[in-house]
């Protein structure tokens, strides 16, 4: 083994990933099949999964990947997908929670149901799915290596930024919270919780301002590092959490945003 497969590789290790057809889920069910874990890959589109888990297999990466339906967004949903991943294997190291939804509407005529619709998903569901899963997680938790919980968050989770999207921008700040909370609840079953907040990367949720050339030049301008989020950004993240080199990271809220969330926006003395 080398010292980076030590330290990063995922060899003999089961993974779930939800909502990993697109976007970050998927990036994220890449670095994982690549680092050798067996993926499991849920989604509301079982085909769209399906067509996924191939794509990653065909890759030669160490790993392999399956997919199948599996929706977060309501209680039913998540007792139905417990019940696939238990029904695929007895034992889970790793529960990457990346299943969400958002919804965009000005503030005047942002309606009582956005709130229902986007929490049930980004926040209850995802607690849910976690709590039900905890046996397999502790079937696999050991003191020299815990068993991993990350969750997905938002810059907009960590910023009070709007942008038209309040109930989920609300609910990141709540992953983020949550995280914490299970950090510390979870830590003697030898469970490490952690959550990453990206930043603007490319993803059916973010098409409407980074789907043309022009927005992402936009949103590339408006980060200190002067570009958008790239899969390898979320893959290094994902693998540092997960393998043995994360093993005593947890509550920690990583930011991959590009420094957006620590720039004030406004300069005290007039710098540039």
């Known amino acids: 083994m080398t010292f980076l497969d030590d330290l990063f590789g995922l060899k ?3 993974a779930l990933v939800t909502g990993g057809a697109t976007g970050i889920g998927r990036m994220g069910a890449e670095a994982l099949v690549m680092a050798g874990a067996r993926v499991l890959i849920a989604s509301r589109k079982g085909e769209a999964c399906e067509v996924v888990a191939k794509e ?3 890759l030669g990466g160490a790993g392999s990947a399956e997919g199948f339906a599996g929706d977060v967004g309501t209680d039913q949903g998540v007792h139905d997908l417990s019940a696939a991943v238990r029904a695929r294997t007895d034992r889970l190291d790793i529960l990457w929670n990346n299943a969400g939804k958002t919804w965009g509407e000005p503030l ?4 009582f149901k956005a709130w229902d619709s ?3 998903v980004n926040v209850a569901g995802l607690f849910s799915l976690t709590r039900d899963l905890l046996p397999l997680l502790e079937k696999s938790a050991t003191a020299d290596n ?5 969750n997905v968050g938002s810059v907009m989770g960590t910023q009070p930024v709007g942008a038209g999207a309040y109930s989920y921008a609300a609910s990141k700040a709540a992953v983020h919270h949550l995280t914490k909370i ?3 609840e979870l830590a003697h079953k030898q469970i490490t919780v952690n959550a990453i ?3 603007p990367f490319i993803s059916r949720m973010t098409a409407f301002a980074l789907g043309s050339d022009t927005g992402q030049a936009r949103a590339a301008k408006d980060s200190p590092l002067g570009r958008i989020g790239r899969p390898s950004d979320i893959m290094g993240c994902l693998l540092f959490l997960c393998g043995r080199g994360g093993a005593y990271t947890t509550g920690a809220i990583l930011p991959v945003d590009g420094g957006i969330s620590v720039d004030s926006g406004h300069k005290l003395f007039g710098g540039e």
């Open 12 to 14: 003999g290790k089961t």
């Open 56 to 58: 990653l297999n065909g």
């Open 108 to 111: 005047p005529t942002f309606p």
């Open 118 to 120: 986007v929490m049930s």
């Open 146 to 150: 815990p068993s991993r919980v990350v």
């Open 182 to 184: 299970l950090a510390i």
């Open 197 to 199: 907040a990206p930043g």
